[in-house]
C-alpha cells in the first residue's frame, strides 16, 4: 500500500499517511527528527491494525461495547485523500 506524504514546504515538516486506517506512521520535523513511534512488528499490508503511529479511533477507544472491534470500526478500513492543497501560510 502506497503511504500518502504530506510536506509543509514553508517548515520542511513532513509526514507520512498509511491508507490502512488513515494512520499518521511518521511525523518528522523540519531539522528531520522522526516523532512518532510505529513497531518493527507492526504489520503494515492491510490485513491488521497498524501498531504505532497516530490511529483513527472512532467511536471508542478500548472495547467497552464489545459488539465493535477494538477501538472503533474506522481504523480497519483502507483510505484515500479526497483533495489536497498546497498553502505555505498555513499551520506550522
Do not use: C
Not at 511518521?26 to 503511529?53: C, H, N, P, W
Not at 465493535?68 to 479526497?82: S, Y
Request: proline letters at 5%; a negative charge; aromatic letters at 8%.
Amino acid at each position: 500500500m502506497d503511504l500518502t506524504s504530506i510536506v509543509h514546504t514553508k517548515s520542511g515538516a513532513k509526514a507520512a499517511v498509511h491508507p490502512y486506517g488513515a494512520t499518521v506512521t511518521s511525523y518528522q520535523t523540519s531539522s528531520g527528527r522522526e516523532m512518532l513511534f510505529v513497531s518493527s512488528t507492526a504489520i503494515l499490508d492491510g490485513t491488521k491494525a497498524i501498531r504505532g503511529g497516530i490511529p483513527l479511533v472512532f467511536p471508542q477507544f478500548g472495547q467497552p461495547d464489545t459488539s465493535m472491534p477494538q477501538h472503533g470500526f474506522l481504523r480497519n478500513n483502507t483510505w484515500k485523500v479526497g483533495d489536497s492543497y498546497d498553502n505555505e501560510d498555513a499551520a506550522g
